[in-house]
């Protein structure tokens, strides 16, 4: 897998944008690892692929746009 959780962070406080998103930028690589996986079920998912696979589970805590500026 080739992808990485990460979250909004400052730029989300309230968790407005993640909500609306789906919470695809901290369930990111549960959508990678299956894409047939439903948006509601993303969070078990990542928890069972963090807890199962942890070789595979990535996780970057830099917070997303600021990772799009280094």
Known sequence: LHTID????KLDPWGA???LHHKI???HVAHHFDSSIPHYKAQIATD???EKFPQLYLYEP???FEA???
């Open 6 to 9: 990460r979250p909004y962070d």
């Open 17 to 19: 944008i993640d909500f």
């Open 25 to 27: 930028g901290t369930t």
């Open 48 to 50: 069972a692929i963090k």
């Open 62 to 64: 830099t917070p997303i």
């Open 68 to 70: 799009l500026w280094r």
